[in-house]
């Protein structure tokens, strides 16, 4: 894996409107009673540049040395003096760090979204949710992608509804000449409901056309250093699962098992305790009964608000993917995000979530 950021990309003074991913080599406290601690990090080329914790921004914050770290809302600047050019990074108020393992970390990495609908543009006013009335969900995939690359994945995994029923060719086409163009690790998918017949062969046919493009299905699919092993199933409802999940040696050796499915949970559980929803859609429960594949985690798309809860009577652990755009037509706040899962020698190592 690599650091995507560069002191190239600092602006000449003001915010960065992108994350960034740093190495932080050296945390240095400072005798400054303006400066809480200087670090020092290190960019994709090795540069090394000074970012400063500044006292008034009152921030807590913990970085150990040789581990990598994204930084959002975070200033840049360069000035040049002497006849060389300078280059600083500096906290801001809303700075927020998010540790992302050591630098030698060989863990599997997987950037999990779902329910992107792309096309969405295209539906009747009255049928789009409140917040979402001019959204071009195409942005939306761009930023899925970019962060991808900004969180260092080993590969995206979609849960379904790549794009919306109302989708036209412009939208398939945008999807898949992103795909091709800008991604430069695989993207691993599975259908939704809105995933309609031209939008599926669309990417069928992108699936046929390269090996970074790959339809999960219950076979199961080897990803990553660590052996993680993805099994898919597309939205059936009231037929789910289907036919079992196949077992093989690869699924027995695996690290972790992840089953990734589009419908609504049932029956899986909050932290408090609670049904995440209460009518009853596709049981999850059947696709663990009847297949001897150890399962480590599910992720579901389908509802387009995250979270995350345990699965009745196993225990399973269940990501809800939610939408990374605010398409939610309920009351509540879907905070559009992706979530970055680690998986490492040991099984599912982490699951963090990340805004868009």
Do not use: C
Request: glycine share 8%; no cysteine.
């Amino acid at each position: 894996m690599k650091l995507m950021f560069t002191r190239d990309d600092l602006p000449r003074n003001d915010r960065l409107s992108n994350p960034i991913t740093v190495l932080v080599r050296e945390v240095s406290p400072s005798s400054s009673n303006k400066l809480d601690f200087e670090v020092t990090v290190e960019d994709a080329d090795g540069h090394t540049i000074s970012l400063k914790i500044w006292s008034t921004h009152s921030l807590s914050l913990s970085l150990t040395e040789g581990h990598r770290y994204e930084l959002e809302d975070v200033r840049g600047r360069y000035w040049s003096q002497g006849g060389s050019r300078h280059y600083q990074l500096d906290s801001t108020k809303d700075l927020t760090v998010t540790e992302l393992g050591p630098a030698d970390d060989t863990a599997t990495r997987l950037l999990i979204v779902g329910d992107t609908h792309v096309g969405y543009r295209h539906r009747r006013r009255d049928k789009k949710a409140k917040g979402a009335k001019d959204l071009d969900a195409r942005d939306r995939f761009q930023a899925v992608m970019d962060q991808a690359n900004t969180l260092d994945a080993d590969a995206i995994v979609h849960a379904g509804d790549i794009f919306d029923h109302v989708a036209i060719g412009a939208d398939r086409s945008f999807v898949i000449d992103a795909l091709n163009s800008e991604l430069n690790i695989p993207f691993y998918y599975i259908y939704g409901n809105h995933d309609e017949p031209a939008s599926r062969r669309t990417v069928d046919g992108a699936t046929n056309d390269t090996s970074e493009i790959e339809r999960l299905l219950k076979n199961g699919e080897s990803v990553g250093e660590t052996d993680v092993t993805l099994f898919g199933i597309d939205y059936s409802h009231d037929s789910f699962p289907g036919e079992p999940l196949e077992a093989s040696v690869q699924s027995v050796l695996s690290n972790a098992n992840v089953l990734v499915v589009h419908d609504t949970p049932y029956p899986v559980r909050n932290e408090n305790g609670y049904h995440i929803h209460q009518k009853r859609g596709a049981d999850f429960r059947k696709a663990i009964e009847q297949t001897s594949v150890e399962i480590d985690l599910i992720v579901s798309g389908h509802m387009h608000v995250g979270q995350q809860g345990t699965l009745d009577e196993f225990q399973t652990p269940v990501l809800v993917t939610g939408a990374p755009a605010p398409i939610n037509s309920g009351k509540e706040d879907n905070n559009p995000s992706t979530w970055l899962l680690r998986v490492t020698e040991s099984g599912v190592d982490g699951i963090t979530r990340h805004p868009l």
